[in-house]
C-alpha cells in the first residue's frame, strides 16, 4: 500500500473501498488499524483513506514533527497523494484534532468533518490525566499503564459486558514495543493541542459526537468544541472514549447520516 513523504517522513496509508472519499484519522496510538470494524463499515459506501501517524504503524518511527500542525499538514499531503480530495474527514480523540487543524489550514481538502471525543484545548482534568499516563509509562511500564488507561477509555457497562474484547484490546497494545520518546512527544503534543481561538473560523461543515461516559474526553469538552464551531452539530451518545468499538453500527450509521448530507 502506499505512502507519501512529509517533510521527510514516510507516511503510511491504506485504501479501501468505492465511492466517495473518507479519511479516518486515529486516535493517540495513531495507527490506523485501530479504527477496527469502521474501516469496513464505511468501505461499504465510500473510498476509505486510513493512514498511519508519523511515528506509529508502519510510518516511519520518529519523535520529530510530533505536533498536531504537523500531523494536519501530514494528512493533507495524504490526500492530495491519494488524488481523492476533497475528503469527508472523520478524527476520533488526537485524530479529532487533527481534524480541527485540517478545517482551519486546509479546509479545501475536507468536505466535512466528523469529531469524534476530542478537546478544543486540554483543561485541568485532562493535563492530570495524562500526566499520570505519562508518569505509569516512565515507572510502571507499558503493561501496567495500558491496563489503567482502559479504565478511561472503556464505558464501565461495556467492559461489564464485554471483559475479554477489553482484555484483547489491553493485550494488543501493551505487546507493541514502547519507544519511550515517541511515546511521550505523543502524550505532549494531544495535551499542548489548543485550537480554541482559531475554531470559530471554520466553515467545513463539522459534527461533534461525543460519548456520555467518556472518561478519557468528557461531554464537556465536545461541547466546548461545538460551540466554538460555526454551525456545528452536536450529539452525546451512548457510550465511552472507545465508542466506535463499542457500539460500532450506533457511530458508523451517525456519521453516515451526517455525511449523506454533505456530499455536494
Given at each position: 500500500m502506499p505512502d507519501v513523504t512529509s517533510d521527510g517522513v514516510s507516511i503510511h496509508y491504506e485504501v479501501t473501498g468505492q465511492g466517495s472519499p473518507v479519511l479516518l484519522l486515529a486516535g493517540l496510538a495513531g495507527v490506523g488499524a485501530s479504527w477496527g470494524p469502521q474501516i469496513g463499515l464505511?468501505?461499504?459506501?465510500?473510498?476509505?483513506?486510513?493512514?498511519?501517524?508519523?511515528?506509529?504503524?508502519?510510518?516511519?518511527?520518529?519523535a520529530s514533527g510530533m505536533t498536531i500542525t504537523q500531523h494536519a499538514l501530514d494528512m493533507a499531503r495524504v490526500v492530495a497523494d491519494a488524488g481523492c480530495g476533497p475528503v469527508h474527514a472523520v478524527g476520533s480523540s488526537t485524530g479529532g484534532a487533527i481534524a480541527q487543524v485540517l478545517a482551519i489550514h486546509h479546509r479545501h481538502w475536507l468536505r466535512s468533518a466528523t469529531i469524534l471525543s476530542s478537546i478544543?484545548?486540554?483543561?485541568?482534568?485532562?493535563?492530570?490525566?495524562?500526566?499520570?499516563?505519562?508518569?505509569?509509562?516512565a515507572d510502571s511500564g507499558l503493561r501496567a499503564s495500558t491496563e489503567a488507561n482502559a479504565l478511561f477509555l472503556f464505558d464501565p457497562a461495556f467492559m461489564r459486558d464485554h471483559p475479554q474484547q477489553v482484555q484483547g484490546w489491553v493485550d494488543a497494545t501493551a505487546s507493541v514495543a514502547?519507544?519511550?520518546?515517541?511515546?511521550?512527544?505523543?502524550?505532549?503534543?494531544?495535551?499542548?493541542?489548543?485550537?480554541f481561538d482559531a475554531l470559530?473560523?471554520?466553515?467545513?461543515?463539522?459534527?461533534?459526537?461525543v460519548g456520555k461516559r467518556d472518561f478519557c474526553a468528557p461531554a464537556h469538552l465536545s461541547a466546548e468544541l461545538a460551540e466554538r464551531i460555526p454551525g456545528a452539530e452536536f450529539a452525546v451518545l451512548d457510550g465511552g472514549h472507545f465508542i466506535f468499538l463499542e457500539k460500532p453500527a450506533l457511530l458508523h450509521d451517525t456519521v453516515e447520516a451526517f455525511i449523506a448530507r454533505h456530499e455536494g
Open positions: 464505511f468501505a461499504g459506501r465510500h473510498r476509505v483513506i486510513v493512514p498511519d501517524h508519523r511515528g506509529t504503524g508502519a510510518s516511519t518511527h520518529t478544543a484545548r486540554a483543561d485541568a482534568f485532562y493535563r492530570r490525566q495524562f500526566d499520570m499516563r505519562r508518569r505509569m509509562l514502547f519507544e519511550r520518546e515517541i511515546a511521550f512527544a505523543r502524550i505532549d503534543m494531544i495535551v499542548g493541542h489548543d485550537a470559530p473560523s471554520i466553515t467545513t461543515p463539522t459534527l461533534v459526537l
